[in-house]
Nanobody
Framework: QVQLVESGGGLVQPGGSLRLSCAAS????????MGWYRQAPGNKRELVAS???????DYADSVKGRFTISRDNAKNTVYLQMNSLKPEDTAVYYC?????????WGQGTQVTVSS
C-alpha cells in the first residue's frame, strides 16, 4: 500500500504561480512512477504530468512550458510547479503513484485560478 498526501493548492490570480507537493509513504519511493492528474467539474480526470523513477518527464500539451514536475527521492516527495496559471487550470489536482499494475491516489487538492 502507498499513502499519498497532497498540499499546496489554493486560490491564485491568472498569471500567478503555485507549487503542489505530494508526500508518499508505504513503499520504496524510488520504485514509483509519480504523476499529477486533474479533474474539473463535468470533465474526466486527465494526466497533467508524470515522472519516472529515472527522472523522465511527460506533460499534457496544455501545460507544457508552464508546469514542471520534479521529485526528491530523499524526501519521498513529488512536486508540481505551476506558473502562468490560467482560469482553465482550475480543478482538483490528484497525486498518483504507479508501480507494476497498481495505482494509488491522494485525496486531491483544489486549485482555483480566478481574479
Amino acid at each position: 500500500q502507498v499513502q499519498l498526501v497532497e498540499s499546496g493548492g489554493g486560490l491564485v490570480q491568472p498569471g500567478g504561480s503555485l507549487r503542489l507537493s505530494c508526500a508518499a509513504s508505504g513503499s520504496p519511493f524510488s520504485r514509483l512512477v509519480m504523476g499529477w492528474y486533474r479533474q474539473a467539474p463535468g470533465n474526466k480526470r486527465e494526466l497533467v504530468a508524470s515522472i519516472t523513477n529515472g527522472g523522465s518527464t511527460d506533460y499534457a500539451d496544455s501545460v507544457k512550458g508552464r508546469f514542471t514536475i520534479s521529485r526528491d527521492n530523499a524526501k519521498n516527495t513529488v512536486y508540481l510547479q505551476m506558473n502562468s496559471l490560467k482560469p482553465e487550470d482550475t480543478a482538483v489536482y490528484y497525486c498518483n503513484a504507479h508501480r507494476v499494475i497498481f495505482d494509488y491516489w491522494g485525496q486531491g487538492t483544489q486549485v482555483t485560478v480566478s481574479s
